[in-house]
């Protein structure tokens, strides 16, 4: 089986990427955020530095483009291609409103004739495999049935489905049975995203879905980092953990401080990834408003290391 890690904009940035490969095990690739195409010839190396092969050294990645616009996303999809790609992601779940109404990301599900004349239009000017990531609908779960005719007229690599809808944004419950449904109908290869958290549910996952064999995993790792590690191994006889995950904390950090324009930028950074590894400790709403409320490196570097040394971690 093989583990993805999932783009999450903001925090699985390449350098990210770059310090979590050094760190921990398991994934076999990661997706990146996406970089919105645009109009134009000129595509500056500023608006593709986090997928500039030069600073993405540790995990093979795949770069993920927002786009509804055919000639824009075969343009930017050549220059990938230039820089050494060999395969390019299409957003389609996007759930924010300011990207959905734009019938971008998620908000492109409600009209497969566009999804289908983009398709038709782009697959074949562009020189790299086409992966799509998306949703079961904008508004309803069985807005999925009238894309996958459509999906199937074309040659994916392989298609990412996190089988909610838009509005429910990353909340409430992921439905299977609908899952279910597409991979009975899809010819493509499926590759399930969501709510992977631990061993045990894991496990049933691939029980019930015995044929998906590539899943990929996003807040269950920021939280979790071990989890690809344990999935793969089938088992957690993982020691140390404390240590590893200040060695990975520090380390980080550090990259930021030496990347970022200003500490305060670092700390943003920073403070975006404690949302979601905070959850890794008993106290975890308590720790979260300490770091949140730093204002300087010393008051954040002091909470953060008594975290570390009196906290108590509850992932399995
Ligand atoms: C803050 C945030 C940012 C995200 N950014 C992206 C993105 O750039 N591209 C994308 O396809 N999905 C993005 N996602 C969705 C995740 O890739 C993933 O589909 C979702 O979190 C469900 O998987 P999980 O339960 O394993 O986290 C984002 C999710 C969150 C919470």
């Given at each position: 089986?093989?583990?993805?890690?999932?783009?999450i904009?903001?925090?699985?940035?390449?350098?990210f990427?770059?310090?979590?490969?050094?760190c921990?095990?398991?994934?076999?690739?990661?997706?990146?955020p996406f970089?919105?195409?645009?109009?134009?010839r000129k595509i500056?190396?500023?608006?593709?530095?986090?997928?500039?092969?030069?600073?993405n050294?540790?995990?093979?990645?795949?770069?993920?483009?927002?786009?509804?616009?055919?000639?824009?996303?075969?343009?930017?999809?050549?220059?990938?291609?230039?820089?050494?790609?060999?395969?390019?992601?299409?957003n389609?779940?996007?759930?924010?409103?300011?990207?959905?109404?734009?019938?971008?990301?998620?908000?492109?599900?409600?009209?497969?004739?566009?999804?289908?004349?983009?398709?038709?239009?782009?697959?074949?000017?562009?020189?790299?495999?086409?992966?799509?990531?998306?949703?079961?609908?904008?508004?309803?779960?069985?807005?999925?049935?009238?894309?996958?005719p459509?999906?199937?007229?074309?040659?994916?690599?392989?298609?990412?489905?996190?089988?909610?809808?838009g509005?429910?944004?990353?909340?409430?419950?992921?439905?299977?049975?609908?899952?279910?449904?597409?991979?009975?109908?899809?010819?493509?290869?499926?590759?399930?995203?969501?709510?992977?958290?631990?061993?045990?549910?894991?496990?049933?996952?691939?029980?019930?879905?015995?044929?998906?064999?590539?899943?990929?995993?996003?807040r269950?790792?920021?939280?979790?980092?071990?989890?690809?590690?344990?999935?793969?191994?089938?088992?957690d006889?993982?020691s140390d953990?404390?240590?590893?995950?200040?060695?990975f904390?520090?380390?980080?950090?550090?990259?930021?401080?030496?990347s970022?324009?200003?500490?305060?930028?670092?700390?943003?950074k920073?403070?975006?990834f404690?949302?979601?590894?905070?959850?890794?400790?008993?106290?975890?709403?308590?720790?979260?408003k300490?770091?949140?409320?730093?204002?300087?490196?010393e008051?954040?570097?002091?909470?953060?290391?008594?975290?570390?040394?009196?906290?108590?971690?509850?992932?399995?």
């Amino acid at each position: 089986m093989k583990l993805y890690m999932a783009p999450i904009k903001g925090i699985t940035n390449a350098i990210f990427r770059n310090v979590f490969t050094e760190c921990f095990s398991g994934f076999d690739l990661a997706v990146a955020p996406f970089v919105s195409t645009i109009q134009g010839r000129k595509i500056s190396r500023s608006h593709i530095r986090d997928i500039l092969p030069e600073n993405n050294t540790g995990i093979p990645i795949v770069p993920q483009l927002m786009s509804n616009n055919g000639d824009d996303f075969i343009h930017l999809a050549r220059k990938l291609h230039d820089l050494g790609y060999d395969t390019v992601n299409w957003n389609l779940g996007c759930p924010f409103p300011m990207v959905a109404n734009k019938k971008r990301g998620s908000g492109m599900l409600l009209y497969p004739e566009r999804i289908d004349a983009f398709l038709s239009q782009v697959i074949p000017k562009i020189p790299v495999n086409l992966s799509i990531k998306c949703r079961l609908g904008r508004n309803q779960d069985e807005e999925i049935l009238k894309l996958i005719p459509v999906f199937n007229r074309y040659p994916l690599k392989e298609l990412i489905i996190h089988p909610r809808t838009g509005i429910q944004m990353y909340e409430g419950s992921v439905h299977l049975d609908r899952f279910e449904e597409c991979t009975n109908q899809l010819k493509h290869s499926i590759v399930y995203n969501g709510d992977i958290t631990c061993l045990d549910g894991f496990r049933n996952l691939s029980v019930r879905f015995p044929q998906i064999d590539t899943w990929m995993i996003g807040r269950g790792t920021l939280i979790n980092p071990f989890l690809p590690e344990i999935l793969k191994k089938g088992k957690d006889d993982i020691s140390d953990k404390i240590q590893k995950m200040q060695e990975f904390h520090d380390s980080l950090w550090k990259q930021y401080q030496s990347s970022m324009s200003g500490p305060s930028h670092a700390m943003d950074k920073m403070k975006g990834f404690w949302y979601y590894f905070s959850q890794a400790f008993q106290n975890k709403a308590e720790i979260y408003k300490k770091i949140k409320k730093t204002k300087s490196m010393e008051k954040f570097e002091n909470v953060v290391w008594n975290v570390f040394h009196h906290e108590k971690l509850i992932i399995g």
